[in-house]
């Protein structure tokens, strides 16, 4: 199976700052990879699919980036709703899996 | 708009089965596949497999095969996950999910604990 591997695990950040999340796959998998932010109790949230596609309706300070075995998704002046645990999936090749997780706290 | 409304908490002995059911609105039913994706308590996102509606093809990953049965019934737009022989590490919330590949609409989820 692919690993997934997200940097950091958890990110200490104030509100307005940048801040920037990475996910490094175990091998290749060319573009097709997906960012979730979930918050608790709740189901996960589309924000990019293949790789630095925005889901209609997530603001445009959410952007990704990257390809084959690493990426990045990066928030722009961070907004207290951002404050969340982040996910990247790659779907290239099953079982389709998931990065462990970057938790956003203030 | 799209949505998927799940069955409800399931408390379930060790070896036996859950059945979760997931219904589907919104959408043409046939023209989407739906995937499971599961969450153990405090963990990260688990992708199980996934169904089409159109040809009731699925795909699982290899650590549940055998115990993992997706099944849809398009008479109601429904999608039914059921999982056997269930064991303490199966506790976590199950979530249905549109697509085969990532996922833009979720269920609710469900919690299933496993428990004696």
């Known amino acids: 199976d692919i690993q997934m591997t997200q940097s950091p695990s958890t990110l200490s950040a104030s509100v307005g700052d940048r801040v920037t999340i990475t996910c490094r796959a175990s091998q290749n998998v060319n573009m097709w990879l997906a960012w979730y932010q979930q918050m608790p109790g709740i189901a996960p949230r589309l924000l990019i699919s293949?790789?630095?596609s925005l889901e209609s309706g997530v603001p445009s300070r959410f952007s990704g980036s990257g390809s084959e075995t690493e990426f990045t998704l990066t928030i722009n002046s961070l907004q207290p709703d951002d404050f969340a645990t982040y996910y990247c999936q790659q779907y290239d090749i099953y079982p389709w899996t998931f990065g462990q997780g970057t938790k956003v706290e203030i | 708009q799209v949505l998927l409304v799940q069955s409800g908490t399931e408390v379930k002995q060790p070896g036996a089965s859950v059945q979760v059911s997931c219904k589907a609105s919104g959408y043409e039913f046939v023209s989407y596949g739906i995937s499971w994706v599961r969450q153990a308590p405090g963990q990260g996102l688990e992708w199980m497999g996934w169904v089409s509606p159109y040809n009731d093809d699925t795909n699982f990953a290899q650590k549940f095969h055998g115990r993992l049965t997706m099944t849809t019934d398009t008479s109601t737009s429904t999608v039914y996950m059921n999982l056997r022989s269930l064991r303490s590490d199966d506790t976590a919330v199950y979530y249905c999910?549109?697509?085969?590949?990532?996922?833009?609409?979720w269920g609710q989820g469900t919690l299933v604990t496993v428990s004696s």
């Open positions: 293949k790789a630095s």
């Open positions: 999910a549109r697509g085969h590949s990532y996922f833009a609409y």
